[in-house]
């Protein structure tokens, strides 16, 4: 794809402040109890390495996962697979997943199901961006930092064929005509 502009949507300065006000929601909910942090590779590691280092609570765990997803054209299903798990047990403890992006929801709701079958004290999740326009499952998310429309977006650890995820601000990318 040629790209004709990134046009700057949430400012590093503006996703910080949003980034401080949930991990200080997140501390008051889970106090002292240990808490473990769990990341969607790749689109969430800036996010997550943010969202930790704003948190003040002690007892703070963290890992990673990596999900893949695929169109099935003929049933218009997505499916999802893990391709890389976490590897800190995590039974009987509080969880937090970090996730870039919830957009059809199909990947979300994946998740959710995944965490659904393993034997963890509570379940939340916390997302950079809910993009509400082409939800196809009905899903969303604990802690929301931004909620947009329509657009695609790169930057701050979101890609468009692994490209921008180095930028510090989150841009909406405009094509080429
Ligand atoms: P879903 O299963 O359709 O909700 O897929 C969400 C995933 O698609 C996110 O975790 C992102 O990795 C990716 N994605 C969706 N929209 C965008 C976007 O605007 N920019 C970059 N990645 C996106
Ligand atoms: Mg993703």
Known sequence: ???KELQPLYTADMI???ITAMAADIDAVYGDEPLVVIGVLKGAFIFHADLIRALKKPHV???????SSYGNEASSSRTVTITKDIEVPIE?????LVEDIIDSGHS???LYDLFAMRPVRSFKTAVLLDKKERREVA???DYVAFSMDEGF????????????RNLPDVCVLIPEE
Not at 92 to 96: A, F, I, S, W
Not at 153 to 164: I, P
């Open 1 to 3: 794809m040629n790209v």
């Open 16 to 18: 910080k402040q949003r």
């Open 61 to 67: 765990e963290i890992d990673f996962l990596r999900i």
């Open 92 to 96: 009987n403890k509080h969880v937090l």
């Open 108 to 110: 979300m709701r994946f």
């Open 139 to 141: 899903v969303g998310a």
């Open 153 to 164: 977006v790169v930057g701050y650890g979101l890609d468009c064929a692994e490209q921008y």
